[in-house]
C-alpha cells in the first residue's frame, strides 16, 4: 500500500510539473479604450488568450498615457510572465523600457502601431495595419467618386488626424498626402488631430465649420472621429455624405450603419481581429518556429456607398452588402 501511495504520488508530481511547464502567463499593454477599433481589437486578444486551456492573461490599460504603459511593462518584467503583447500609443519613447523586455529574455509581440525602435530592439513576431496603404486608399477612393459624380474643381479637403505621434496617425497621414499629390484640384484646407476619439471629432469638426470658409471632403483618420463629425455637420444644418463626403477608417460596424443610412461615404478597412495572429505566434514560437522581423499585414477592404471603384489593391465592395457579416 505505501508503494502505491508513493506511486500516485510521484505520478501526481510528473502531471504537476507537465502543467506548470505548458502554462503560459502572457501579458498585454493596450494603450486604453479610445475607438469602437480599440474595444474589438481588445476583445478579440482578450478572448483568443483566455479561451486557451492552461494559458494564464494579464492585461493593462494604459488609458492613452504613455507613462502607464512604461510601468505596465516594467510590472510584467518584474512578475516574471511569459510573453509580452504591446501596442504602444505613440511612436517613439520606447527605447529603454523595451530594452529591458530584451534583458529579462521575455519574448515580445508587437501588434498594431510599430514603435520606431522596432529596428533597434529583439521582438518575435509583429501583426499590424499598413497605414500608409490605408491613407493612400482613403483620398483615392474621394478622388474617384468625386471623379464619378462630376466633381474635380476646386475641392477642399480636411483631414481629421488620430493621435499626434502614433504609428497610425504617422502612416494614414503620409499616405494621405502622398496621395494627394497626384490629385491637383484637391486643397487641404485644414489638417487637425481629433484623437482618434467621436468626442474630440465632433469638437474639432465644429471648430471647423466655424473657421473655414468651405469643406466639400472630410478624411478622418478613423471612424469614430468620423461619427463624431456627422453629429457636427447635422447640428450645423449641414447633410453629411452629401455637402461633405465623408471618408473614415477602420470599418467599425457603425460605420457601415452610418453609410447604409447616407450619413457616410466609405471606410477604408483595418482590422482589429488579431485574437488568432497571437495565439498562432505564441504556438509557433513555443514549437520552435521563428517568424522574420516582417510586420505581418492581413488583407483589408473598402467598403462604401456605391461599389465597384478601384483603389490601390482592391475593388469598393458596397456597405449595405456586407454589414450583417461585421463582427464588430
Same mark, same amino acid.
Given at each position: ?16 510539473? @507537465?502543467a ?7 501579458a ?10 480599440? +474595444?474589438?481589437?481588445? $476583445?478579440?486578444? +482578450? ?15 494604459? *488609458? *492613452? ?6 510601468? /505596465? ?5 518584474t ?19 523595451l ?9 515580445l ?20 495595419? %499598413? ?11 474621394? /478622388? ?9 474643381? %476646386? ?10 505621434g ?11 498626402? /502622398?496621395?494627394? /499629390? %497626384?490629385?491637383p ?5 485644414? *489638417?487637425?488631430?481629433g484623437?482618434?476619439t467621436?468626442?474630440?471629432? *465632433? ?14 471632403v472630410?478624411?478622418?483618420?478613423? $471612424? ?16 453629411p ?8 477608417c ?16 466609405a ?33 483589408e477592404? @473598402? ?13 469598393? @465592395?458596397?456597405?449595405a452588402?456586407v454589414? %450583417?457579416?461585421?463582427?464588430?
Open positions: 500500500m505505501k508503494k502505491l501511495l508513493t506511486l500516485v504520488l510521484a505520478l501526481g508530481l510528473v502531471l504537476s510539473m @507537465v506548470s511547464a505548458s502554462a503560459l502567463t502572457i498585454f499593454s493596450q494603450i486604453g479604450q479610445e475607438s469602437d477599433w480599440r +474595444t474589438a481589437n481588445t $476583445d478579440s486578444v +482578450t478572448a483568443a488568450i483566455e479561451g486557451h486551456e492552461g494559458w494564464e492573461f494579464v492585461y493593462s490599460d494604459g *488609458q *492613452q498615457k504613455q507613462e502607464n504603459q512604461i510601468q /505596465a511593462l516594467r510590472n510584467f518584467i512578475q516574471g510572465v511569459d510573453y509580452i503583447l504591446f501596442t504602444g500609443v505613440v511612436t517613439s519613447g520606447w527605447d529603454e523600457v530594452t529591458e523586455v530584451n534583458e529579462a529574455e521575455i519574448p509581440i508587437l501588434l498594431d502601431r510599430i514603435p520606431d525602435c522596432a529596428d533597434k530592439i529583439e521582438y518575435k513576431a509583429a501583426f499590424g495595419g %499598413d497605414f500608409p496603404l490605408e491613407g493612400r486608399r482613403q483620398i483615392q477612393w474621394a /478622388a474617384k467618386y468625386l471623379e464619378s459624380i462630376g466633381k474635380t474643381e %476646386d475641392v477642399k479637403v480636411a483631414i481629421m488626424e488620430g493621435t499626434t502614433s504609428d497610425a496617425q504617422v502612416g494614414r497621414t503620409e499616405g494621405n498626402l /502622398a496621395a494627394l /499629390a %497626384d490629385y484640384w484637391m486643397e487641404v484646407v485644414g *489638417q487637425q488631430t484623437n482618434f467621436r468626442a474630440e471629432g *465632433q469638437a474639432l469638426m465644429e471648430s471647423w465649420l466655424k473657421s473655414i470658409e468651405k469643406i466639400d472630410l478624411i478622418a483618420q478613423n $471612424d469614430d472621429m468620423a461619427l463624431g463629425a456627422i453629429d457636427a455637420i447635422k447640428a450645423a444644418g449641414l447633410v455624405g452629401k455637402d461633405i463626403i465623408i471618408v473614415g477602420d470599418s467599425v460596424k457603425a460605420a457601415f450603419e452610418a453609410i447604409v443610412a447616407g450619413d457616410m461615404n471606410t477604408i478597412e483595418c482590422t482589429p481581429l488579431y485574437g488568432p495572429f497571437v495565439v498562432k505566434a505564441i504556438e509557433d514560437l513555443e514549437a520552435g518556429v521563428e517568424y522574420d522581423k516582417t510586420v505581418v499585414h492581413p488583407e477592404g @473598402v467598403y462604401d456607398c456605391v461599389g465597384g471603384i478601384e483603389v490601390e489593391g482592391t475593388t469598393s @465592395v458596397l456597405a452588402d454589414i %450583417d457579416e461585421r463582427q464588430y
